[in-house]
């Protein structure tokens, strides 16, 4: 007893010298994250500042003459590209920065949200969710030093990002030192906003999957109100800290005012974050979970019901989430087609499938859109299974009659038959409003047999997973790399040259039939589901026959 009292006077003693005792011990635990995260932090930054100057250098070799860019500028001002990359400036006297201003920064903004959301989350609610953050806050670590010391060395991360990106462009010939600074800057004080967006998640969620949902939700729901707000010049795109990144108008008339808007939301939701975390315990959540049932339904002693149970909020998150994306590029269709039929250029882009109209092409870009999203949904989902095991839960389950086979079998079964559910969700919206638009209902059951299509190639990602779950387990995350590789090559392979490269090849998107407007061809499909039960067995087979892992 008297042992006890001593180690908490002890306790007290040290926080109080420390000066703040809410902040007692950041700096340790920073030093901690960066030694933890030493090479994960690294290739995060590596990684967003070379896609962002390989497009660059890819536009300035792709338009090396000014009348290259004046043809450029007149697809940057049409209603596709607008709700895909923003308002255009500069477009009257179009250039290289200007370009890679209009057509880069949303996506560098997309790639430092990504990482500030899954790094604070990793940080923060993990760190609850495996009871190694009420281990730490035993010692003379004070109440906001977990959450203050993710929030400083993510957005460290963030301000690199941006000064290399900066130094990254400057160093190319036709792009200046000023707006250079200016795109890399926008990016970091999008990435603090996001930043401090997930530290609240992390308050609100009981899990880490739910924080990160969250986080990705608001990243989504942000990009869709800019994108809705610069179609229908309503001022709506004002709420999103897209816009304000944009609003810098980077290599064009640079302004800086913008940046205030996200550097004050940050600083007012950091400060958000801190106060519910003082009001909750540790391990608990803002939101708490319902009280489950006395008795389980008959379902839960089922491999499928338990793991449609665990996932089924993310499910259902990720099944609205595409249906209102569908929907939000629908309604574009008409313009796409009126805009088209005057810019030969943005024929030859849109229509590069032989024989398939603009709006035809623009509907297969979409629907591979919403398909490279769904398949980081089955990822996801199969994934899940490595973290049953990490936890320890798996163990007591498969000392019972339940086989290893069947317990994949659950989380298969939900990766795969969720993906159909969450493709479908945004193939039919995208279907109604496309068919309410043009009033030709053919294009609903046209855009549900493109989304079908796409659901091989998911299913490939979603077997990578369960390949390396039961071969290597230790690097099983690496699956997310299927999903980058195919939004680059997919998405981005245009400005990077890799459309029409052998690189194309590798992606299972690339054999998909970009349905509608071009002919049906089952081959493929039948391939590419061959290959994902291929890599499905590989991985069945090698957890049969490797040990259970805890950690």
């Known amino acids: 007893m008297n042992a006890g009292i001593s180690t908490t006077a002890a306790r007290d003693a040290d926080i109080a010298r420390s000066g703040n005792g809410a902040l007692a011990g950041t700096g340790t635990l920073i030093r901690f994250i960066l030694r933890r995260d030493r090479i994960r932090i690294p290739v995060w930054i590596v990684a967003i500042v070379v896609s962002l100057v390989g497009v660059a250098q890819s536009y300035a070799d792709t338009f090396p ?3 290259d860019l004046d043809s450029r500028a007149k697809l940057v001002d049409s209603p596709i ?7 255009g400036y500069g477009l009257d006297n179009y250039t290289l920065g200007a370009m890679v201003a209009n057509e880069g920064l949303y996506l560098g903004v997309i790639l430092v949200a990504l990482m500030s959301v899954f790094l604070v989350i990793r940080h923060t609610r993990a760190e609850e969710e495996s009871g190694r953050a009420e281990l730490i806050r035993s010692a003379a670590v004070g109440r906001h030093a977990g959450t203050v010391s993710s929030i400083v060395v993510v957005a460290a991360a963030n301000v690199v990002v941006g000064l290399l990106a900066a130094a990254g462009l400057s160093s190319l010939e036709e792009l200046d030192g000023t707006g250079s600074l200016t795109f890399g800057l926008s990016m970091t004080a ?8 997930a530290a609240i998640a992390a308050q609100v969620a009981e899990y880490a999957r739910g924080a990160i949902g969250v986080g990705v939700a608001a990243l989504g729901v942000t990009y869709v109100l800019r994108a809705i707000g610069d179609i229908s010049e309503t001022g709506l795109s004002w709420v999103s800290p897209f816009a304000w990144s944009l609003e810098t108008r ?10 205030l808007l996200s550097l004050s939301l940050a600083v ?7 106060v519910v975390s003082a009001r909750r315990d540790v391990g608990g959540a803002l939101v708490p979970p319902r009280p489950g049932r006395s008795r389980a339904t008959s379902q839960l002693v089922r491999p499928v019901g338990l793991a449609l149970r665990l996932q089924r909020g993310g499910l259902i998150a990720w099944a609205i989430g595409l249906a209102l994306l569908g929907a939000s590029f629908g309604p574009l269709v008409g313009d796409v087609g009126e805009f088209a039929a005057e810019n030969e250029q943005l024929q030859d882009i849109i229509a590069a499938a032989e024989g398939a109209t603009v709006t035809e092409s623009f509907l297969g870009t979409v629907t591979r859109m919403l398909a490279l999203i769904t398949t980081g949904f089955a990822i996801q989902s199969a994934l899940r299974m490595r973290g049953e095991e990490i936890s320890g839960r798996v163990e007591p389950m498969l000392a019972t009659a339940l086989s290893r086979q069947r317990w994949v079998s659950g989380y298969l079964a939900v990766a795969t038959g969720g993906s159909a559910l969450v493709m479908l969700a945004g193939s039919m919206l995208l279907g109604v409003t496309a068919a309410a638009g043009q009033q030709d209902a053919s294009l609903l059951f046209e855009l549900l047999a493109g ?3 796409y659901l091989p190639a998911i299913w490939v990602a979603a077997g990578v997973v369960v390949a390396l779950f039961g071969v290597l387990p230790g690097v099983v995350k690496a699956a997310w790399l299927v999903l980058v590789y195919d939004v680059l090559v997919g998405l981005l392979g245009a400005p990077l040259g890799l459309d029409d490269s052998p690189a194309r090849n590798l992606s299972p998107f690339g054999h998909v039939p970009q349905l509608p407007g ?3 061809d089952a081959l493929p499909i039948v391939v590419l589901v061959a290959v994902a039960g291929g890599l499905i067995g590989v991985g069945v087979a090698g957890f049969r026959r490797r040990d259970v892992q805890s950690s």
């Open 451 to 453: 989304g079908v299509a």
């Open 518 to 520: 071009v002919d049906f």
């Open 190 to 197: 999008a990435g603090l906003v996001f930043t401090a967006a």
């Open 65 to 67: 003459t000014q009348s």
């Open 268 to 274: 007012v939701v950091t400060y958000g974050a801190m």
């Open 250 to 259: 980077a290599f064009v008339d640079e302004r800086w005012w913008p940046l």
């Open 81 to 87: 590209f607008v709700a895909f990359n923003g308002p």
